[in-house]
């Protein structure tokens, strides 16, 4: 499965909470397709 | 796109990669696509630490303008914070790893205005310039850099 290759996460603001901690950039996609 | 080795490398290398989806998340959908004027999908930004977006890709691509794209916006990221050094290195890799790609001449561009910003020094602007002579002469970009060119010697 492709999505097993990148540990998405779906919390958009704790993440961004995580990124900004760490000092990385958030990749952030909008996606309609199936999970 | 994703499936990509390549492209899970990069991603999982400089982001924190944090997916919403349009009807399994359509709460969120609206909220932060309304935060960040996004509402068509696949809509991927790259967004700073304060949470401002760097970059923006709407629709699909296939994996090497993708990558290429990601790259550009780990450009736009670090030339945001002030950190032109880095910002050079990623547009310059950009245009030499994925040279055919619509990335490519943005990045050109770039890197001369990050190598200025660094140096300051405005040869680097017109070291772009003539970089433009030779390659993506049709591209917006080359005439956005056509006005950094030192005008040729007329004796």
Known sequence: MADELIPWRHD???ALSDAAAGNRDLLLDFTAAPM | VYADPHV??????????VRIHVRDQADDF????????AH???TILIIDPKGDERHRIEGFLPAADFL?????????????RGDFANAERWYREVVEKFPETESAPEALYWAGVAKYKATNDSAALGETAAQFANRYQTSSWAKKAS?????????
């Open chain 2, 8 to 17: 899970a490398a990069f991603i999982n290398d400089h982001f924190t990669p």
């Open chain 2, 147 to 155: 006005v950094w060119a030192k005008p040729a010697q007329t004796s």
């Open chain 2, 40 to 42: 068509w999908t696949p």
């Open chain 1, 12 to 14: 958009f603001d704790t």
């Open chain 2, 68 to 80: 290429a794209q990601l790259t550009a916006g780990v450009a736009h990221a670090a030339r945001a």
């Open chain 2, 30 to 37: 609206k909220r932060l696509g309304d935060r960040f004027n």
